[in-house]
């Protein structure tokens, strides 16, 4: 008797669907390789075309679009945007001004706060359809031309910043701060600047700057 067995056949069809079990292993491989690579890029609402077909936030219809006439750093600029995008998005993403940083995107860093009718926001959650007709100040509008704005300066005279990250929108308030009179002494700088935060901790830095630059206004 015969005790030596055969190899299995491995080409040898299933019973039930004639596949073998070679091809099912290729076809596995193939699959494996073929993973979309748009699943692996985020999606953002306002990096989106306007005729975007994806499903709209409750309560808004689809395809809804509004108009708007902001005047941004002195230049009146006319935008179809959806509704539901922000004024960060808008400046970053389709206006190209990327000094207003894209921080916790849920207003409690100040990164990317700019001015809006004269007044700080956190841009992040300042839907980009409320400044209709509204005058928009980033980082990018306060120089004039080569010259840097006083408190541009100030940052940099009392070493106000390492990163860089936040500074932008530090500076935005620091300006704010003294337009608004609160920076008469350094405990009101700072309650007034709690809204910006600096990971670096360069905040000795910042209060010195705000206080230079409140001297000489005062001092006219």
């Not at 993973?35 to 890029?41: C, K």
């Not at 993403?93 to 921080?103: H, N, S």
């Not at 408190?151 to 990163?163: G, R």
Request: hydrophobic share 40%; charged share 20%; net charge neutral.
């Amino acid at each position: 008797m015969d005790h030596e067995s055969n190899p299995p056949d491995t080409e040898a069809p299933c019973q039930s669907s004639g596949v073998t079990r070679r091809t099912v292993m290729k076809v596995g491989a193939m699959s494996a390789t073929m993973v979309p690579l748009g699943v692996m890029v985020p999606w953002k609402a306002s990096a989106q075309p306007l005729d975007d077909k994806r499903q709209p936030a409750p309560g808004l219809a689809a395809g809804n679009v509004v108009e708007i006439s902001p005047r941004i750093n002195g230049t009146r600029r006319t935008l179809r945007v959806d509704a539901r995008t922000s004024l960060l998005d808008l400046l970053r993403e389709r206006l190209d001004l990327v000094g207003a940083k894209k921080g916790c995107d849920h207003g409690q860093c100040g990164a990317c706060t700019v001015h809006v009718n004269g007044r700080r926001v956190a841009s992040c959650l300042t839907l980009a359809a409320k400044v209709d007709g509204a005058e928009v100040l980033t980082i990018e509008g306060i120089s004039d031309g080569q010259a840097l704005h006083p408190m541009q300066q100030a940052f940099i005279d009392h070493d106000a910043l390492q990163c860089g990250y936040c500074t932008p929108g530090q500076i935005m308030a620091a300006i704010a701060c003294i337009e608004e009179g609160h920076a008469s002494n350094a405990a009101t700088i700072r309650e007034y600047m709690s809204g910006n935060i600096c990971r670096c901790g360069a905040y000795n830095g910042i209060v010195a700057a705000v206080e230079q630059i409140a001297r000489s206004v005062r001092e006219g």
